[in-house]
T-cell receptor, first 114, second 113 residues
Framework: NAGVMQNPRHLVRRRGQEARLRCSPM?????VYWYRQLPEEGLKFMVY????????ESGMPKERFSAEFPKEGPSILRIQQVVRGDSAAYFC????????????FGNGTRLTVT | SQELEQSPQSLIVQEGKNLTINCTSS?????LYWYKQKYGEGLIFLMM?????EEKSHEKITAKLDEKKQQSSLHITASQPSHAGIYLC?????????????FGGGTRLMVKP
């Protein structure tokens, strides 16, 4: 009865490289949400996806960031040409999506850009 | 956009003492969620409140929603070291389906044995 699985737990990238963060939602969940937690800051919404669709990406930076949730496989948050300011903890959450239900969070991926 | 203000930002209490954390919204609350986060880990869901006046309890933690005041409180009775962590309140961004939550800045709780 696995919860939300994120990998890797820790990721180190040099400036200019690409970072790929993966998220497998809880079994039976088809709604995925990505959040970012910067050091000493709160949790900020980035993007909300359902299978093969981006529902709301109002929290995503306009450049370098993209997200997908394909029909098969995990959701991917992709950051191109990373900069030091991208260093943060990235959390994925999932829900069943039927009415109001709590989000279930993964343990996050901690991205460090050197 | 909706903003959630949590108070206090941090709290140190002696084991066995009671404490209250508040969460105030700048807009109408459609649903309010309380989570706990331990350092280096994800968020653990505690409770969800949807109706004004609603109150829920789990073990020694009680949460209330005052919809008119756009506020929720989390009360811990007889605190223990295991209660230490960061408590976050989250609110639904809108009243539509889906759960795009906006979170408060968190309250960091330390419990001294």
């Amino acid at each position: 009865n696995a919860g939300v699985m994120q990998n890797p737990r820790h990721l180190v990238r040099r400036r200019g490289q690409e970072a790929r963060l993966r998220c497998s939602p809880m079994k039976g969940h088809s709604h995925v949400y990505w959040y970012r937690q910067l050091p000493e800051e709160g949790l900020k919404f980035m993007v909300y996806l359902q299978k093969e669709n981006i529902i709301d990406e109002s929290g995503m930076p306009k450049e370098r960031f993209s997200a997908e949730f394909p029909k098969e496989g995990p959701s991917i948050l992709r950051i191109q040409q990373v900069v030091r300011g991208d260093s943060a903890a990235y959390f994925c959450a999932s829900s069943g999506g039927t009415g109001k239900s709590p989000l279930h969070f993964g343990n996050g991926t901690r991205l460090t850009v050197t | 956009s909706q903003e959630l203000e949590q108070s206090p930002q941090s709290l140190i209490v002696q084991e066995g003492k009671n404490l209250t954390i508040n969460c105030t919204s700048s807009k109408t609350l459609y649903g309010l969620y309380w989570y706990k986060q331990k350092y280096g880990e994800g968020l653990i869901f505690l409770m969800m409140l949807q109706k004004g006046g609603e109150e829920k309890s789990h073990e020694k933690i009680t949460a209330k929603l005052d919809e008119k005041k756009q506020q929720s409180s989390l009360h811990i009775t007889a605190s223990q070291p295991s209660h230490a962590g960061i408590y976050l309140c989250g609110a639904d961004k809108n009243n539509n389906a889906g759960n795009m939550l906006t979170f408060g800045g968190g309250t960091r709780l330390m419990v001294k044995p």
